[in-house]
């Protein structure tokens, strides 16, 4: 195991907690241990709303939880208002009760909405009534947002209610659209551009490996979707009168699909990897320091082995490489018993997950032309190109990125991780390409947590350090600025 | 253009019309030219019957048009009964009046049950009313399979008119559940196996190219299916968080898929050609003396090119060439848009097309454990074998086909081709194995005929020829034998 003074070395991390005045950072500390009970009531209350936003029967809830939400960051002495968009409104609440003023200036992101709560009879406790066992809270959204930046606004609360400055200027900004695709927050950034600016956005909304693992994800993958059809003749065709004279488009499919990535997990379409980074040594190491074990793993997914690029370890396999996944195919007769058909047309659905510095645009070109090579002149090729999203990249060795993972190491008194994350968050591309700034991901969520699951929970130990590395976060990103 | 001498010297083809009395003959055959318009009539009164053996509704309509049938036969002068099934009766009617006699016997296998005639709003007419337009009969089931085995009826009825003798005797099968898979016909042909002992079977339910090419069909594909199921991941999992470290059951299926069959059109599963004999000289003659027309065809099946097994034209390809064909492709995502999922399973419908000499449960081994030997242990396999009809062969040089050969060049005064169909006909491997007798496919069907769509038709010159045909069968027949 490596030692954080060995990590420093290579990421230049070097954590030297700064206190703006000890005396006033105990003040605050000592603030959120002496309202825990009353955090976590606040905590039941917020989740106690059925924000709900892909059911238009919740819409009422959804304002109604906005309004709660406002209301209480007022009484923290927050400037806090509703913006309505076409959809549900969102929340701002900010530090600058008296304008702009020349301390810097970062964003909280989050989202008061949350998944349905359904299939409900998977629930031990209603989705919507807090239960608190084990030093967990179990309610829909506990985790999966209002949690995580309730937080945030927790260490916020302590500042302002024990009268000790920020060294820097927040605003929150939590939205109601998040688990339906953020349609109103792009629109709404671009409005409120000036308003916003900032230095950067910081996101309590993915996890981390474990409570030992406190962790700052750095990256994310990129997407492109695409779907291919084949088309064969004009109209299903009797297999028995026609079959051997024609060529089957499902065939021609899984042959072309057959000729896009090879037995050793490697996507063979000319120019794929071109753009990709090879993972630095320290790095590699990062993934080392993760909590992993294969057999567990392997069963957790329900595999007979687990199978991945070849030269990569598990880990580093679903979050810092290039992937090319088949989400679904369709062609001819997919009822019971046969059906003796040479079919029309065969259609797959593909995403590939892209790594930083890949291009979603010039990705799709080298598909495309790969595809279009390969296809035999007996079937005719459509390509649909679908919606993509950029791979995401803030080097850990930045000065923000060090303040973050110094408050971390604070608030949980151990050495954090630095994650590369499988998954594409737009949000934190809107946030770059609209206000030009970066985002910090610092996830509070354990994978247990069941988010989109039923019986959701937040554990309170991470509440409580979240807390602690908010009011940590302030004065390192300050400093920082 | 071969001569038919030439053909004889490879085929072993003798045409020397026999004729049991010139005058004898001569005297059926003017009955049927003098009885033509009643032969049409008779005709337009059997296809007036709906009876739509899918359609419950027409279960009455069924028995009725049996009855009908039965009747008829009895006018003739042949001893008929409905022997009922447990689905729809079959009509039996038999030459032999005065129980068995000495004389060879023949079956002629007929069925009175009709497709459904939806869409109804694609006819011209209405379905069950019969239209005479341009020397064709129009209505459902004119062609599949009234019309057809009528001719035969009407042949005899000729002799028996005329008090001609048989030189043979025959019966009568005319099932009414083919178009629902024939569920009856086997135990019918096991319970009544010593009274329809015959020497072969003549079947009229087939067809030919044109109208100068009368044929003798000798051969029939086979049929095997087999159902691919690939389980990967317990569930769907998210392509994001596992996507790279798990196969894609999608994608391990189509590499699966591709390592079948080669871009030549070749299946690639070892053995599987081990017993395909290769195709004779003589037999190709045979394809290319039909008519045929690239261009035409492939606008017709209206794909961008024709595709098949390499150093094969497509007349062969689809009818004396094995085949591997895909029918249906299921797996994770299939509506709209896009789903980030690496699914759980994904599943190929496959049926493969045999021919004569392969052996359906040899191929279905071979083809399992080639499967099973290119399956990767990322993912687990799951073979379900369907349903098979074995490949089917009548040596076109026996003394029934040469006899059948003679019949049809007298009545069509053209030279007949000797066809393989590229479909599978399962009851003709049923009166192999329970009455131990080969087939003779005589088809009286033209390609236009619109067997199974709106507008069936019969041509009535087909219908005219196919009395001629049947009438000089018996002689020839009775002679081989």
């Known amino acids: 195991m490596e030692t954080f003074a060995s990590r420093r070395r290579v990421w230049g991390l070097f ?37 709900v936003s892909a059911q238009p029967q919740h819409r ?32 701002v ?31 031990h406790s209603p989705p919507f009534e807090p239960r608190i066992a084990g030093g967990r809270l179990f309610a829909r959204g506990a985790s999966d947002n209002k949690g995580q930046h309730l937080a945030h606004l927790k260490a916020v609360e302590a500042y302002l209610k024990t009268r000790t400055e920020l060294p ?3 605003t929150f900004v939590i939205e109601g659209e998040e688990e339906v695709g953020s349609a109103s927050l792009a629109p709404f950034l671009r409005q409120h551009r000036r308003e916003l600016g900032c230095q950067a956005v910081v996101v309590s909304d993915t996890g981390m490996p474990d409570k030992s693992h406190p962790a700052l994800t750095y990256a994310l993958r990129g997407l492109a979707a695409l779907e291919i059809t084949v088309h064969g003749p004009s109209r299903d065709l009797h297999s028995g009168v026609f079959g051997g004279s024609v060529e089957n488009p499902a065939m021609a499919l899984a042959r072309m699909l057959a000729q896009t990535r090879d037995d050793q997990g490697r996507i063979t379409i000319p120019g794929f990897y071109q753009d990709v980074q090879p993972l630095r040594a320290a790095e590699r190491r990062q993934f080392q320091r993760l909590p992993f074990q294969a057999a567990a793993y392997r069963k957790l997914l329900g595999v007979p082995a687990l199978f991945g690029e070849a030269g990569f370890s598990p880990l580093e396999q679903r979050s810092a490489r290039p992937t090319l996944e088949i989400n679904g195919l369709t062609s001819g007769y997919q009822g019971e018993g046969s059906k003796t058909i040479v079919p029309a047309w065969a259609r797959a659905k593909l995403t590939f997950r892209l790594v930083p510095h890949q291009d979603p645009n010039k990705v799709m070109r080298q598909i495309c032309r790969h595809l279009r090579k390969i ?21 850990p060795s930045g000065p923000y990125a060090r303040a973050a993972l110094c408050s971390l190491q604070q608030a949980f008194q151990r050495e954090p991780v630095l994650l590369r994350e499988g998954g594409s968050i737009p949000i934190v591309n809107e946030f770059r390409a609209i206000l030009g700034v970066d985002t910090l991901l610092l996830g509070l969520g354990l994978p247990d947590d069941n988010m989109h699951s039923p019986n959701e929970k937040f554990d309170l130990e ?12 302030w004065p390192e990103l300050a400093r920082a600025a």
Request: with cysteine; proline share 9%.
């Open 15 to 51: 954590c030297r907690p700064f206190l703006l005045n000890g005396s006033r950072m105990k003040a605050v500390l000592d603030y959120l241990k002496r309202n825990r009970r009353q955090a976590i009531k606040d905590l039941c209350d917020y989740v106690r709303f059925p924000s």
């Open 168 to 170: 820097c200027d927040l």
């Open 375 to 395: 296809c035999p002149p007996s079937v005719r090729l459509e390509l649909e190109v679908g919606h993509h999203a950029k791979p995401y990249l803030v080097p």
């Open 60 to 91: 009422k809830d959804l304002t109604a939880c906005a309004q709660w939400l406002a209301r209480y960051c007022r009484n923290l002495g927050l400037d806090a208002r509703l913006c309505p968009t076409k959809g549900h409104p969102i929340v």
């Open 462 to 473: 991470c509440f409580d350090r979240g807390q602690l590395m908010s009011a940590h976060l």
């Open 93 to 123: 609440a900010t530090t600058r009760t008296n304008g702009r003023s020349s301390r810097p200036h970062f964003l909280v992101y989050g989202h008061y909405d949350v998944q349905p709560p359904e299939p409900l009879d998977l629930w």
